[in-house]
């Protein structure tokens, strides 16, 4: 498979270097990246996929199980990125203590609310 | 907006028409489906929006209210779509009762435990 | 275990024939009622032994493991009374027809909204 | 009502300096911990309430609704002890670094993982 490809010259590795110092970036953060980005992929294939059942008129019930699928794709790569999350970004606000940590634990918090609550 | 325009003509429509008789095809059972198409074309967009912000690796909070947003626009779908087959399919199936009517019962029990667990 | 006792004399199944024409009543829709209640039974010694866990100040992850087993518990109970109620209040309504059987329908599909959504 | 008298004297508050190197024991994390007992014993209610519903063969909706009711206040319950469990346990791991920080983090994820699917 090429799907590995980008992870070394694709446009997903390129950006890393090249906005180092962006305030809001949080440059390596994310484990495996590229993993991501495969995993998204085949989830907006899943999305066409949808819409070519729901075109063709498939059986209601079979396109059920493909949400179904699709759902919980999406909920293993939010819980792959909070865990990054607290691995790196809350871990260095909680060295830096103070305020920071304070505000990253809620908005970690916060952000675990809304994935248990979608 | 050209997107309802399919409504009229598009690829969408066609087959309502084309294979009455298919056995699993069950025409006209869903509502409204140039709304699902479209709820399904933003929601494919989403999955393209998260694989960008990955690549130029966005904050992960921001990652995660997004992923949160797609996964509850996918349960909308699915909430719609399970709603229309209960309205269509099994009530056509309990109508013709016995084995036919508890099949579809017990199919449509299954998909919402899926819904409810994923 | 004695547990199942109450199925033939117990509290739980005289009161079925006891108000055979109440307008709200819907006896018999339950398939197995003592099962439920043994059911709910074990849930409440869950919620009280959770009330424990938290007074002696248990580890934190061991009382978060206990509510995902208590929350996956009620989740199934309610899978079970919703399959209850779709093969017979809602096959009888339909059975019934007309605004009846979609004040039904609309009122399952609600109850299952809330079920994914919480 | 005297359900909020043992946060200044009782039990709940003594242990806290009693035992600071027991393993296991978190004394302090949970951040109002007569709070969680209020909430769960109201749940616990719920459980009970739950019971003679079905015990009566309440309409099954109206069961189905406590059910969501008691799911969501499970949920708050577990995302407020997460988050005192990360506020305590996890920063306190985390400022000794190395393994201890992975182990508690790993675990917290697993715990948030078993949340999300619950």
Chains 1, 2, 3, 4 share one sequence.
Do not use: F
């Amino acid at each position: 498979m090429s799907e590995t490809a980008p992870s070394a010259s694709g446009p997903a590795s390129a950006p890393i270097e090249a906005t180092p110092d962006a305030g809001h970036q949080h440059h390596g953060y994310i484990s495996s990246k590229d993993d991501y980005l495969k995993r998204l992929r085949r989830i907006e294939g899943q999305a066409r996929g949808l819409q070519n059942m729901v075109a063709e008129e498939k059986y209601c019930i079979d396109i059920l199980t493909q949400v179904s699928a699709m759902t919980s794709a999406l909920e293993s790569v939010a819980l792959g990125l909070l865990n990054d999350h607290l691995n790196h970004c809350v871990v260095e606000a909680v060295a830096e203590g103070g305020a920071v940590a304070e505000a990253k634990l809620k908005e970690a918090s916060d952000a675990i609310a809304r994935l248990v609550r979608s």
